[in-house]
């Protein structure tokens, strides 16, 4: 098993290289071709002017990790069904995705990482590190296997919830869990969520 969840963590790791290294190289094909367009043979990109460090204060970002994700980004999952089978109750969800990017915009890709290991026989704990008031603050929480993913969804799950320790997507936590109509194939329309619970543009 530990062989098995070794293996997941480093190819959730590996999708992550993967996803920056494709950022990278279409960023470096745009100024390619910006310079096609506009520049003279000759040209070569300005030396960028970079800004002393900033510390990332808590107050400033705080309310940005807390705020409503946008409604598109907002899944729901059936939790408990009805005897009969006809209604359930349903659950929303963000994905771990939504989290990286939530992070990214509000201290920096460069200011948090994450980190696994395997504690008991399926559990993986996430340790989620921020630099916080010129602090690296970390947080941590675990998530087990799941029945549909296995290592990879305790990957994701493990994120996410270490993450609800810095308030990011916790608000989930407060939602009411509405009974639905489930269709066929367990399809159902996914509830309206509170105004509470949008974000202001959306409002």
């Known amino acids: 098993m530990l062989d098995a969840t070794s293996q997941a963590i480093d190819t959730y790791l590996d999708e992550e290289d993967k996803a920056m290294s494709d950022l990278a190289e279409m960023a470096d094909q745009q100024r390619k071709m910006d310079r096609e367009e506009g520049a003279p043979d000759n040209a070569v990109d300005p030396v960028p002017q970079v800004e002393e460090a900033k510390p990332i204060l808590i107050d400033a970002i705080y309310p940005a990790l807390c705020a409503p994700f946008p409604t598109k980004s907002i899944s729901w999952r059936v939790g408990r069904k009805s005897k009969d089978g006809k209604k359930a109750q349903v659950l929303a969800y963000i994905d771990a995705r939504d989290v990286m990017g939530r992070l990214d915009r509000t201290v920096g890709w460069e200011n948090w990482e994450d980190t696994y290991r395997e504690v008991g026989t399926g559990r993986i704990v996430c340790s989620l590190s921020i630099i916080v008031n010129g602090v690296r603050v970390t947080k941590e929480d675990g998530a087990g296997v ?17 993450a609800v320790k810095f308030g990011v997507g916790r608000y989930l936590y407060y939602l009411d869990a509405p009974w639905v109509e489930l269709g066929d194939y367990g399809k159902f329309n996914p509830p309206s969520l509170p105004r509470w619970a949008v974000p202001v543009d959306e409002r």
Not at 146 to 162: H, M, N, P, V, W
């Open 146 to 162: 799941s029945d549909i993913e296995g290592e990879k969804g305790a990957l994701s799950d493990a994120l996410k919830r270490a």
